[in-house]
């Protein structure tokens, strides 16, 4: 809220220079935003936390300052005469619902003069950014500053029956606001109403027809507690925010209700003249139950870690307000009432709360007897860093985007789950209310956005979660996924991955088999599975994909299951002696159908078990002019090692003509001649 | 003609002799014996319009100077390759020339704050844990003394799904998880990703991430918060900051503290980064409510303990002056590679 610097001292005397001020109210949990000059004078923009309702007015922050700089708080009197006609002969108040409306007062005053306000009043207003409109209803806005307790004025002549009845509204009932804003109502939204009409909304804004106006003579005034919920809801529904709701959705101070109106009752007279009708109605619904609560010193110096003595919590206690009870006090205890206004404090904590506040959180000492501790070891943590290290060594850059996506994460085929996506209910966008089941597709978009800056080769990858869907209502299941995009070929991506897998020491061997998905080009994508499980899957995108995005090149992608290389990861490298003899290699070039694989020839050397061969590299394929038609040309090389010697040359050939044979026998392999 | 034969082999051997570095070698190997306009092979495609008595003489004379200049010439190349490496008089290669560049990938700056602030919370001795971004309103309101009329569930700050189900709106959700599996002591951060259907800005994206903290044991004190909270801004940002551990309010803790550091773009004198207050807030904390200790069945006169969150996003905003938030999620290779 906005307060005056100078308008403040009216309740509590200080010598604080205006950041002196700010710099206190700050550190006791209020903090000034903003300090800006008014004329000779300053306008605090103050927060005010939700908890902290009874600070909604100068009184409540003077009574913060006054406890701070122990100066005494300053209430204005409200004794004022009345006529010796009775506010019962002249009108009622009907409460029809009292859970929305706990209490409702009003009073008559008459005869007012309506003129803009004494130039003091309109300083005032003006001080804190608001316009003076005329005396009464600067008046009124002048209490609900002053006191955080919304009033309102009614032309009592324009009051249809001259009777005030507290109703939810009717069905298609609609008001015009002062603001102008027309106010379609519906059965969950308070008025207040006339014999006829509704006349204000409650708690939120008063109707035009019955507002204050130049030939008003005779008001009514308004001063009630409403159920802050019911304002809130309403005030959100009709898009209507004013100072009235803004204090009432936090909670009024509900025995400040009859004083803020006596308070505007005696300056209006003050100001405008007329005469205040005896008397006053007041509905009130309210369980005036005086909350007490047990401090234990020892309990407050051990969760604070202060060492303060009981005399200055009680000090602090009584100049917030709370009152001691004598009954309640022993050595470490003390008991105290809290008062209406502080509907925030009703446990020994919240107690706890003032005092260290107020004594302030600079004085707690930063120490501690924290005894040391090994932090445990977290697997998921271990391999998602290792993970990530290896694939931006790899020169990949990592993004993250948004779990919320749109309807295209689908268009182009599902690759974990084809239920359909979880809905959020209140999205921000219509267009992008899924969440998503894949990360791929958000690769593509970000290669897409970078695309569009020129930005050629987009080799990215994601490592988060995917919420795929287990039946409706219930709770996803979150997959951590890897997604990665690279723009150097199938094989390319596939080496990435087999990098991965070795870096994590996963000894599994990574299984490939053919796939079709639409998001892929046929030709070249593949199934992945680990250890008989599936990992994931990896393919250069479809022509439709690459064309709908409009790429200028073909991106492979690669999306895996992280969980499933947690599960095999090794963190521990295991050491093997290194060799003593040197190595023979054998560089092959055979040809082969175009049916046999290259997982097939390497499986055939493979079940040979021939303890000397030590490795089987692939080199590449090659079909061209020298190559007979349906056939291919691939070359590898062998590596031969013995542990105890070094290999003769027979040896080797001897053992290259046993493999080349079994090639030949399986495969009709032959050796290119 | 066999005087042009032995004019060239006295020019070789005079070139060859001159040659300075491996490349002039090159030039005058192409310029002899070059197979397009090498000067022998300009002789051999000559000789079939020389008299017919001269052609097979001069054949033979040109063929075995070729293999006499080349000769010559693998001499002079061997003595250069044995000299070459050591001699810095013959420069070959301009080393100016700009280092040939292997791509270099970079972690999301994300990434790196969140593993910067685990690193140094493990020092610390607190455990990383992880929660599930789709909770249940129990765990991100409830238990978390949340009451059912509170503004933050309303629709304009939490995504919800239906069936008490939402996309989880801070990651204190997971104080809640941990204390129900386990006992005190518990010392942990909690990083994750969480979603509020704020209007997007500059400031405000509706995915962010965040990290809380939670220690409880016996005689956990708000001291021991400032304590811990103190180290950790001081390895985060620097040891000369100063903090400021001003009152809040959160419906988790009590009592609550928003900290805020001095300013490091101005220093604390003031600029538009601090709102010209010289602070700038950077985490929110307090002593964990009693109610929810209640709530996960602690013992709350015997157990305190204190919980803490920060947003990371903002953070890494302020260590990098970077001032806007939608970078992050935009991806643009020129923005992660800075970092
Ligand atoms: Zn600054």
Known sequence: MRISYNWLKDYCKHDLSVEALAEKLTNAGLVVDTINPVDDDFCLEVEVTTNRPDCQGFIGIAREVATIVRSKLVIPGVDYETTTEKVNDLTGVTIEDNELCPRYTARIIKDVKIAPSPEWLQKRINSIGLRPVNNIVDITNYVLMESGQPLHAFDFDKLSGKKIIVRRAKKGETMEAIDGSKCMLTDEMLVIADAQRPVAIAGIMGGRDTEVSDTTKNILLESAFFDPRNVRRTSRKLSLISDSSYRFERRVDPECVDWASRRAAKMILDIAGGQVVEGVIDQNYLEGKKVSVTLRMSRLNSLLGLNIDKDTAKGILERLQFTIKPEGETEDNLTVEVPSFRGDVYREVDLIEEVARIHGYDKIPAESNIRVKLTQDNIFDKVTEKTKSVISGLGFDEVITDSIVGELQEKHGNIWSDDSSIKIMNPIRQDENLLRKALVHNLLRVKKHNQNYGVEKTNIYELSKIYLPRGDGEMPEEKECLSILGEEGFLSLKGVIETILSQLNIVQKLETRRCDFGLFNPEKSAELKLGGKLLGYIGELSREVINDYDFRSKPCVAELDFDILIENTNLESSYHKIPSFPIVTRDLAVVSDETVTWAEIKGCIESLNIVYVDGIEFFDVYRGKQIEKGKKSIAFRLIFRADDRTLKSEEVDKLQEEILENLSNAFGIKLRA | ?339
């Not at chain 2, 304590?227 to 400021?244: C, E, H, P």
């Open chain 2, 1 to 339: 003609m066999q005087e042009r034969l032995s004019e060239i082999q006295n020019q070789a051997k005079e070139d060859l002799a001159k040659a300075e570095s491996l490349e002039e070698v090159e030039k005058i190997k192409t310029r002899y014996l070059g197979r397009k306009a090498g000067v022998i092979n300009e002789i051999i495609k000559s000789i079939p319009g020389l008299p017919p008595e001269q052609r097979s003489s001069t054949g033979k004379s040109a063929n075995i100077l070729k293999k006499e200049i080349g000769k010559w010439i693998e001499e002079r190349k061997s003595e250069f390759n044995t000299s070459s490496e050591a001699s810095l008089t013959l420069p070959s290669l301009d080393l100016s020339l700009p280092g040939e560049h292997k791509p270099y990938g970079h972690k999301h700056p994300i990434t790196q704050t969140i593993d910067e602030i685990k690193g140094i919370f493990r020092k610390l001795g607190f455990d990383i844990e992880y929660g599930p971004e789709v909770e249940h309103e129990y765990y991100n309101f409830d238990a978390l003394n949340i009451p059912a009329d509170h503004p933050s569930r309303e629709d304009f700050d939490t995504f919800y799904l239906g069936n008490k189900r939402l996309l989880r709106s801070q990651t204190s959700t997971v104080q809640i998880r941990v204390m129900e599996k386990k006992q005190p002591p518990i010392r942990m951060i909690a990083p994750g990703k969480v979603f509020r259907p704020d209007t997007v800005d500059a400031r405000h994206a509706s995915m962010f991430h965040q990290i809380e903290g939670l220690m409880v044991d016996e005689g956990v004190s708000f001291s021991d918060l400032k304590y811990v909270l103190t180290l950790f801004a001081q390895s985060y940002f620097g040891q000369d900051i100063k903090m400021r551990f001003r009152p809040s309010f959160f419906p988790f803790t009590e009592p609550s503290a928003e900290i805020d550091i001095s300013c490091s773009i101005c220093k604390g004198t003031g600029c538009s980064v601090c709102s010209h207050s010289g602070w700038v807030e950077v985490l929110g904390a307090g002593m964990v409510d009693p109610n929810v200790f209640e709530t996960v069945g602690y013992d709350a006169e015997k157990y305190t303990g204190f919980a803490f969150g920060l947003g990371v996003e903002r953070l890494t905003m302020l260590k990098y002056g970077i001032d806007n938030i939608r970078l992050f999620f935009e991806n643009d290779l020129r923005f992660l590679s800075q970092f």
